[in-house]
């Protein structure tokens, strides 16, 4: 299992500022393991942001969010609550995000941070890779993850080593940061780009010792009891 | 809360020579591969009254060799001003914040802020990347430490008083590179950089398309466009194959296949560019690339 934790509200109200009409996706895997997901979890969301002033043009969940193929053929008779929002929150890990964002043509919000690989049952994910790192950005690189997808992880814009849109690293790779800017481009969100991003906190990567003794994390002693 | 005490270091010649308006002219040395600090000298007396400052590579190219804050701190001594390169590959933010600290507490001021290269592409290639930071991000740290403060948010005693310069490549091959460089350009001014130094150009037309560029930006900071000596065609073809952002036109590689004297037209093609762009620009940085020795005669040509 993929582990999640929400994201503080007041970090997510900050990323929905500027929209108004938000559509919710959740994943129906690992979040709801996690107690991160689930139909209670949406409702509650989508009642905190009505009470913000806000309007949610609908909630989808969908079983695996890392399946970019099962995205596709859920969200068809949705698309209209789809077209009509903003922007969309999604709940699920960062690789639920990044294939979202593949899919939909809008910004895709995270509404969790990727803490930890529990255990790698329920996945069945394509080419995106999460490198739970618990501070995730995924809105504001256009659904490319920086982290897992740039050697060096650069945050606000790709390093001169590019050429022709390959990396650095390997003339085969992809320079993410290619694929961010035409991803923004393509829903024509590159005012994105504008902003500043701060330093990772690489403290909130280490899973807590807690954590590592629950079934979510490691069997051995809750199940012994 | 008493005021931080804010200790300075008297500008230096770099710094004045390009808030002067002055056309500033700056090169850049590699430290060896060794402990033998007199190889940098001898290249350095080469340029002595020459230019007004010495850039000192970090690793460059991720190979393993002397400091550049050594270097910087013995350049001082000799009387050049150093600008420290600091690249985001080898340090995290403890470890940089501490050696920008270490810098001006040695009376250095100029700090270029770069990524720097992948691991890979040098001589230890089973390194740890750190990338702890990245460029802006550096820069921001610097305007951190400025402010009295370290990125934990925690007072220093002291406020140190930077000035902070930046990279931008002005010959980014598809749009993507092109526009990013633009925006993590802005993003960089931002955050402080008072200075760029540009990726190496052969092509004034391209440099002068990106000047036109930066100007409707409203980016206001001086650019020194960068240069580097054309040993040959051999070396021309080389970047062109492998050096990103880096174009040499196939008329500069027939000039130099046409003739034995490959210095004298070194010579010419570094300041018949010079003059070209001189206009467009606040000044040049010359990566000579051990070629120091002819840095005087390129100066000499600047018209």
């Known amino acids: ?225 | 809360m008493e005021e931080l005490e804010k200790t300075t270091i008297e500008e230096s010649k770099f710094e004045k020579a390009l808030k002067s308006g002055k056309f500033t002219i700056t090169s850049e040395l590699g430290p060896p591969k060794g402990v033998d600090i007199e190889e940098i000298k001898d290249a350095a007396e080469l340029l002595r009254d020459v230019i007004d400052g010495i850039n000192v590579t970090d690793l460059q190219s991720s190979v393993m060799r002397l400091g550049s804050l050594t270097c910087c701190h013995f350049l001082k001594e000799w009387g050049f001003d150093p600008i420290f390169q600091v690249t985001c590959r080898d340090r995290n933010r403890l470890a940089l914040q501490s050696d920008l600290m270490s810098a001006y507490a040695m009376g250095i001021r100029n700090i270029l802020a770069l990524t720097g290269d992948y691991t890979t592409t040098g001589d230890h290639p089973q390194a740890c990347p750190v990338f702890d930071l990245d460029s802006v991000q550096l820069l921001w740290a610097i305007k951190t430490l400025e402010e009295g403060k370290d990125l934990a948010g925690n007072e220093l005693t002291q406020k140190p008083s930077f000035f902070k310069g930046a990279v931008v490549n002005p010959g980014a091959d598809t749009e993507a590179s092109y526009e990013l460089q633009i925006i993590k350009m802005k993003k960089k001014v931002s955050q402080g950089a008072q200075f760029f130094q540009t990726q190496a150009i052969f092509d004034a037309e391209v440099f002068k398309k990106f000047m036109e560029r930066i100007h409707r930006e409203n980016i206001n900071v001086p650019v020194l466009a960068g240069i580097i000596l054309l040993k040959s065609e051999k070396m021309a073809n080389y970047m062109n194959k492998f050096v990103p952002g880096v174009f040499v036109p196939e008329a500069i590689i027939k000039k130099m296949e046409a003739t034995q004297d490959k210095a004298s037209m070194c010579i010419e093609i570094a300041s018949t560019l010079i003059n070209e762009i001189k206009p467009y620009c606040a000044g040049v940085h010359i990566q000579a690339l051990g070629w120091e020795r002819h840095i005087p005669a390129v100066v000499k040509n600047i018209k």
């Open chain 1, 1 to 225: 299992m993929i582990l999640t934790e929400f994201k503080p509200i007041e970090e997510i109200l900050l990323k929905l500022k500027d929209e108004k009409k938000i559509f919710i996706i959740g994943c129906c895997g690992c979040p709801e393991g996690a107690n991160t997901g689930g139909r209670k979890v949406l409702a509650d969301m989508k009642e905190q942001l009505e009470k913000e002033g806000k309007v949610v043009t609908g909630i989808l969940e969908i079983d695996f969010l890392c399946q970019k193929a099962l995205i596709r053929s859920r969200i068809k008779p949705r698309t209209d609550e789809i077209n009509n929002a903003d922007s969309v929150l999604i709940f699920s890990c960062g690789i639920g995000v990044q294939s979202s964002a593949a899919v939909l043509n809008k910004i895709c919000h995270p509404a969790l941070n990727t803490t930890t690989f529990g255990g790698i049952t329920g996945m069945w994910q394509g080419t995106e890779r999460c490198d739970t790192c618990g501070n995730c950005i995924l809105d504001c690189t256009g659904g490319i993850c920086p982290y897992s997808s740039c050697p060096k992880k650069l945050e606000n814009g790709p390093c001169a080593g590019q050429s022709k849109g390959k990396c650095e690293t390997d003339p085969e790779k992809d320079c993410a940061w290619e694929l961010i800017y035409k991803n923004l481009k393509k829903i024509d969100r590159l005012d994105i780009l504008d902003q500043f991003i701060p330093p990772r906190d690489y403290s909130k990567i280490l899973p807590p010792a807690k954590l590592r003794k629950t079934k979510l994390w490691a069997l051995d002693e809750e199940e012994m009891i």
